[in-house]
């Protein structure tokens, strides 16, 4: 049902003027798609300091929260112009991204790094400030860097996949992935 949903709405937009516009224009998929990969770097490379900084890796001499400040503004930028720049994407071709194992997956893992984001956050700011300058931060902020780490070289990984079709609902018939995919008029052929 959900499936038979998200189709709709990516047939719908897919017939949007501007999302055909941003298809057909000779250079704006790809300057979208470049500033996305841009961004993601400017965030994400924000992020990954902090957690390396968290893990004793880098750094070991500068304060966690001065580094975790700092680069707090950096990475939100980022965040906020790889998101606006991910949906007009989605945007651009809408049914062939809703439909793509690749994309599904990279959203469930990207839910999951908020998640972890927002727990990171919340310990950090509970924890007792006396380890800021230890080269080590406490076990639970060193989880939530590992984790961290994880699931974001996974949304990338996921990201970098999609334009691969490897599992297109044209290019399989394994029910289990048609359905993952939301593969809906494949699955009804079966």
């Not at 990984?157 to 939301?182: E, H, K, Q, S």
Request: proline share 4%; hydrophobic share 55%; glycine share 6%.
């Amino acid at each position: 049902m959900i499936n038979e949903w998200l189709l709709q709405f990516g047939q719908w937009m897919e017939a949007q003027q501007y999302s055909q516009m941003l298809v057909a224009g000779y250079y704006s998929y790809s300057w979208l798609e470049a500033t996305h990969v841009l961004s993601l770097m400017m965030c994400i490379g924000s992020l990954f300091i902090i957690d390396f900084r968290m893990l004793g890796l880098i750094m070991p001499n500068v304060p966690a929260t001065t580094i975790a400040a700092r680069l707090h503004k950096p990475m939100l930028i980022g965040f906020g112009i790889m998101f606006f720049t991910g949906a007009l994407l989605v945007y651009a071709k809408p049914v062939e991204t809703i439909q793509s194992l690749w994309f599904r997956i990279k959203m469930i893992l990207l839910v999951l790094a908020f998640i972890n984001a927002w727990i990171f956050n919340a310990r950090m700011k509970a924890a007792d400030g006396t380890w800021d300058m230890d080269p080590v931060a406490p076990k639970p902020l060193r989880v939530g860097a590992i984790i961290s780490l994880v699931l974001w070289c996974g949304v990338v990984t996921m990201g970098r996949y999609i334009p691969y079709d490897w599992v297109d609902c044209t290019n399989t018939d394994n029910a289990t992935i048609l359905w993952a995919a939301g593969c809906v008029e494949q699955l009804r052929a079966l």
